[in-house]
T-cell receptor, first 112, second 108 residues
């Protein structure tokens, strides 16, 4: 039982490049989330999903897209990376709403 | 929308003393309040949570209290130990609007 797995763990992108972050969970959780964490700002919700085939915008969705084609996977895409997207990205999942999250180990992304 | 304020931003306590971190929220409809601990370079981990139908919840040295009227909830850590040093985050409701975090430092 791996919990929540994020790939890659580290990535350096040039401005304008694209990439996809993968989040996979094996706990049969309905809800999945993508957050970014910047120093001194806590975690900010980018997008989330309440079930297979659904996505919704969070607090800071601009510049990101997501897809949840399979219940266990939640993908975060950056179409044209910008230096402002340099951050640590965390994926999380939960059984239902009003339940605690299980987080992945994070992806440290640097855009130069 | 929901807004969560967390205080203090840094808290330094002597080992063995108690630590209290407080969060206030704005949306009176919020009904789920978790606390997470994040050690340096690691992922946040849920340490305790409370739902709005409960005023207090305890788990060994950790407790959370909720005052729905005043719209605030607090994390209490008793008999602090060096391994309690971390950043603690509060959050409100299922979309988890997060507080900015409290860096807890345990002095030996």
């Amino acid at each position: 039982n791996a919990g929540v797995t994020q790939t890659p763990k580290f990535r350096v992108l040039k401005t304008g490049q694209s990439m996809t972050l993968l989040c996979a969970q094996d706990m049969n959780h309905e809800y999945m989330y993508w957050y970014r964490q910047d120093p001194g700002m806590g975690l900010r919700l980018i997008h989330y999903s309440v079930g297979e085939g659904t996505t919704a915008k969070g607090e800071v969705p601009d510049g990101y897209n997501v897809s949840r084609l399979k219940k266990q996977n939640f993908l975060l895409g950056l179409e044209s990376a910008a230096p402002s997207q340099t951050s640590v990205y965390f994926c999380a999942s939960s059984y239902q709403e009003y339940y605690g999250y299980t987080f992945g180990s994070g992806t440290r992304l640097t855009v130069v | 929308g929901e807004n969560v304020e967390q205080h203090p931003s840094t808290l330094s306590v002597q080992e063995g003393d108690s630590a209290v971190i407080k969060c206030t929220y704005s949306d009176s409809a919020s009904n789920y309040f978790p606390w997470y601990k994040q050690e340096l370079g690691k992922r946040p981990q849920l340490i305790i949570d409370i739902r709005s139908n409960v005023g207090e919840k305890k788990d060994q040295r950790i407790a959370v209290t909720l005052n729905k009227t005043a719209k605030h909830f607090s994390l209490h850590i008793t008999e602090t130990q060096p391994e309690d040093s971390a950043v603690y985050f509060c959050a409100a409701n299922y979309q988890l609007i997060w507080g900015a975090g409290t860096k807890l430092i345990i002095k030996p």
